[in-house]
Each structure stands twice: as structure tokens, then as C-alpha cells.
């Protein structure tokens, strides 16, 4: 029977068999066709539509664009997508009072053409934030070039988002800002408010997507995974207390073999807390960093990959809240983690890669 607690299964039973019929092996020739076991019906997205949830990866605009092989692996697997940079900030923002949207465009038209429905990444976050920003925005204007931006961006592709992340990584408790708040460039001119003025805006442009906020670092039972938790919890429940439009939250799900914490009854109580907050729960950034296991045994770290995704995937879809699994890139080719100069990675010259959601 196809339910959803047996998705998990099906997860592995993906990883696995598309992991050692296939694998593309090194990262120049790793985005290829994945094997035949692995389409049609046996795809993630018909696994997914059948269940009706909904499973996809973030895109590289580039090499959606560039590489047949990677378009028609999404294309095949997905019934969701995200952009990975192309709706930042940096990437929409080339001035002050300038957008460009045309290669954000390319990419909702891209997923519409398919059937593919669209995660919005993301519309207020810390990071790639463009050049001339801390010269320009301040005290006096950053309600304005805040609110401005989610007009723009919502109201532009409005009705064409399932989901967006409104707020990205607001929490940060090595900062020690009273609730968590991370001491970010929108936090140190607008303070906490800019949390409620982001939401209230995008609710303005944009009436039915799915207002998400989005975080990482809430996974494990380990002491910091715990205490970030609990203040993204009281920062939901502050929000739903004074009528912010919130829908949704985000766990973005970055895993590690060695995590440094067990993943279980925190984050079950999370799952269970924010459904009492009438939130959907969705996992937005799905990888498993494998690094930790220096030895090149690839058929070893696949199968503790493999295991992880299976148990994380499993354990979250036995509660109802959770509807969405994106994993952060679709191969282990175009993940972050394998990128020149990636921060949380070593670079294991010529050894077989194993992370990725979907090897290929
Ligand atoms: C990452 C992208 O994958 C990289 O290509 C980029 O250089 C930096 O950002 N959390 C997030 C994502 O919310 O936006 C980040 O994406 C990964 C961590």
C-alpha cells in the first residue's frame, strides 16, 4: 500500500538503486540520465503525487538552462522546485530602485511549462544581499526598501508560488539578542519588527501562497539543535499570537552522518507543536554531508547517506504537518556542498560522492 509512512522506503529504495546502477562517479560526468528503475512510475514525483505530497529539489538555474540531462532529471522528478540563488536578493537587485527578473522568470515559467510547483527562495534573509546595500539601506528607509522588494517580488508571481520563505535564518543565539534574534543587517537597523513587516507584506502581495518561515539548526538533540529550537518555536508562537499571517515553517534539514545529536523526540515535539500553531511543515533544504567519513569506501558512506534520508524522511511524514521534502540540489554534481571553495566541506579529490538526495 502506498502511504506515506512508506515513503521513507521508497526514498531508499531510490538512493539505493539509482546510487549503484548508475552513479556518474566523478563530478564532471556526475549529472547524467538517471537509471530507468528510477523514472515514470517509479519516479520521486509520482511517488510523491501518488501520495499527494509534494518532493523536489532546489534548481541551478544555470545548468537548467544549460544541461538537457539535469533539465529532464528535474523534470522527471520533481512536483516541486526552489530557485538555489536565482530569487535572492543578489540575484534580483542589481541597484536601489533596479530588478531583474529575467532569469527568475525563466525559472517560474520553466516549472509552470511543467507542472512543477514553485517554493519561493527567499524574500528577507542575512546573506546575499546585494552590493549596495549597507551604503543605502538604513534606520530611516529599510521599512521602505524592505516592504518595496516583497511588492515587487510577491505581487510579481502572484498565484504562481505554493510557498514562500518570507524570513530566512532569523534566529541566531551565539549573537545573544534577546528571543535568539540573529544581529543581522535587517535585525540592526529595524530590530525584531522586521520579522511582522516582512510577513505582513508578503501577505499583502501575495494572498494564498504559503507564508514560511525557514531555519536550520533544529534537527538534532544536541544542546545548540535544542535550544535553537525552542526559540524558533516561541518565535512562531509570538508571531500567531499577534495575528502575523504565518503558514508555514521550514526546517531546511542540512544533515551530517555525524550530526553530533540523535534526531528524534525534539524534533518530533517541534512537529507536533508547530500543527498545534495551525503550521504545515515543510522540509525545505534536504542534504547529507558524508564528509566525516574520510575512508573512500563509496558503497559504505552510500548506505549510511541512504539510511539517514530513509529514517530523517520517514520519521517527519508520520506527522500530517509535514507536506513538502525538497532536498538541496538533485545530484551530487550540482550540491553546494561539492561547489569550489564549498564552506562545510572538504574537498576529497577524485572520490566517489554519495550525498546527494538522488545519485545519478
Ligand atoms: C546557498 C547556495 O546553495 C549556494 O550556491 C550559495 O553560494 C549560498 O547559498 N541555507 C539557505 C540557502 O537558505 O539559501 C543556502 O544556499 C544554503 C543554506
Known amino acids: 500500500m502506498r502511504t506515506r509512512r512508506t515513503f521513507g522506503r521508497d526514498l531508499l529504495a531510490a538512493t539505493a538503486l539509482a546510487g549503484w546502477k548508475s552513479r556518474g562517479g566523478l563530478f564532471a560526468d556526475a549529472i547524467s540520465i ?15 503525487a501518488a501520495r499527494s505530497l509534494y518532493v523536489g529539489s532546489a534548481v541551478n538555474t544555470g545548468l537548467l538552462e544549460d544541461d538537457s540531462g539535469y533539465r529532464r532529471t528535474v523534470v522527471e522528478q520533481c512536483n516541486i522546485i526552489s530557485a538555489e540563488n536565482a530569487m535572492k536578493w543578489a540575484a534580483l537587485r542589481p541597484g536601489p530602485e533596479q530588478f531583474d527578473f529575467a532569469l527568475a522568470d525563466r525559472f517560474v515559467a520553466f516549472a509552470e511549462a511543467n507542472g512543477i510547483a514553485v517554493r519561493g527562495h527567499n524574500l528577507c534573509w542575512h546573506e546575499a544581499l546585494p552590493t549596495w546595500f549597507t551604503g543605502t539601506v538604513n534606520r530611516d528607509n529599510a521599512e521602505q526598501f524592505l516592504t518595496a522588494h516583497i511588492a515587487a517580488v510577491a505581487g510579481r508571481y502572484q498565484g504562481k508560488i505554493r510557498s514562500w520563505d518570507v524570513v530566512n535564518e532569523a534566529i541566531s543565539l551565539a549573537d545573544n539578542e534577546p528571543g535568539g534574534m540573529r544581529n ?10 522586521f520579522i511582522d513587516i516582512a510577513f505582513r507584506a508578503a501577505r499583502a502581495a501575495d494572498p494564498r ?15 545548540a539543535d535544542t535550544a535553537k529550537r525552542a526559540a524558533v518555536l516561541a518565535l ?7 495575528g502575523v499571517p504565518l503558514d508555514a515553517v521550514g526546517i531546511q534539514s542540512h544533515l551530517s552522518v555525524d550530526s553530533g545529536g540523535q534526531i528524534g523526540s525534539g524534533l518530533n515535539e517541534f512537529l507536533k507543536e508547530a500543527a498545534r500553531l495551525g503550521l504545515k511543515v515543510f522540509i525545505t533544504e534536504l542534504d547529507v554531508n558524508d564528509d566525516s567519513i574520510g575512508e573512500d569506501n563509496p558503497k559504505k558512506r552510500g548506505e549510511q547517506v541512504a539510511a539517514l534520508y530513509r529514517n530523517y524522511v520517514g520519521m517527519l511524514l508520520g506527522n500530517r504537518a509535514v507536506t513538502d521534502v525538497l532536498s538541496w540540489g538533485i545530484s551530487d554534481g550540482s ?21 546527494s538526495l538522488i545519485h545519478i
Open 335 to 355: 550540491s553546494w556542498l561539492n561547489a569550489p571553495g564549498a564552506k562545510f566541506r572538504a574537498r576529497h579529490s577524485g572520490r566517489e560522492e554519495t550525498l
Open 184 to 193: 543581522g543587517p535587517w535585525y540592526k537597523v529595524l530590530g525584531p519588527r
Open 236 to 242: 512562531l508562537a509570538r508571531m500567531k499570537h499577534d
Open 34 to 48: 538517471p537509471s530507468s528503475e528510477f523514472r515514470g512510475a517509479a519516479s520521486l514525483r509520482a511517488h510523491a
Open 209 to 223: 501562497t504559503l507564508l514560511t518561515y525557514n531555519d536550520y539548526g533544529i534537527e538534532t538533540d544536541g544542546a
